[in-house]
T-cell receptor
């Protein structure tokens, strides 16, 4: 089944404790992206990647790192989480478009709480 | 930064009625997309419309795009209780606008409630 998977689905952690949220897709998509969703703010893009070893900042990259060493995986790293990073996180992937961003396939989400 | 803004923020209708949601954006785009989200779950893609298209249909969905007004509308006809969800528009940025055409910006969404 074609899908985007995220792990963990739920995570409660404490301030400053490094964590990684994994994202994997089995559709051979070149484009992958991370978003956070907060009440009243909609989805905001954190980082995106056009292909292996090619990443770029979205609108809210501060406090996050990403890497794209393999086409299928795009982990999100929080080196020193803070309470303002408490949010619902989504990973998504898509095929490359001739221009712009094509249909995004979303993972189920990771609900992160930083105490 | 460029952002799609949906209007209205919330919409409540009766089953069988049509629902119209609007999206406005600020700069030139390549593509505009509409997504649906059931409470707290992942987003599901509905329709993608390219900047050189004016209208697209998919089942009970009709999307229009007016690049001169920088706006789009999503029409759901003959709504059902199962259509209750949040609906988001998302835009990238044309290189002519000076933005990255691989950066995707979502609006804050319209919460649609369809009453049985």
């Amino acid at each position: 089944e074609a899908q985007v998977t995220q792990n963990p689905r739920y995570l409660i952690t404490v301030t400053g404790k490094k964590l990684t949220v994994t994202c994997s897709q089995n559709m051979n998509h070149e484009y992958m992206s991370w978003y956070r969703q907060d009440p009243g703010l909609g989805l905001r893009q954190i980082y995106y990647s056009m292909n292996v070893e090619v990443t770029d900042k979205g609108d809210v990259p501060e406090g996050y790192k990403v890497s794209r060493k393999e086409k299928r995986n795009f982990p999100l790293i929080l080196e020193s989480p803070s309470p303002n990073q408490t949010s619902l996180y989504f990973c998504a992937s898509s095929l490359p478009s001739g221009s712009g961003v094509d249909t995004q396939y979303f993972g189920p989400g990771t609900r992160l709480t930083v105490l | 930064s460029q952002q799609g803004e949906e209007d209205p923020q919330a919409l409540s209708i009766q089953e069988g009625e049509n629902a119209t949601m609007n999206c406005s954006y600020k700069t030139s785009i390549n593509n505009l997309q509409w997504y649906r989200q059931n409470s707290g779950r992942g987003l599901v893609h509905l329709i993608l419309i390219r900047s050189n298209e004016r209208e697209k249909h998919s089942g009970r969905l009709r999307v229009t795009l007016d690049t001169s007004k920088k706006s789009s509308s999503l029409l759901i006809t003959a709504s059902r209780a199962a259509d209750t969800a949040s609906y988001f528009c998302a835009t990238d940025a044309s290189l002519f606008s000076g933005g990255s055409n691989y950066k995707l910006t979502f609006g804050k969404g319209t919460l649609l409630t369809v009453n049985p």
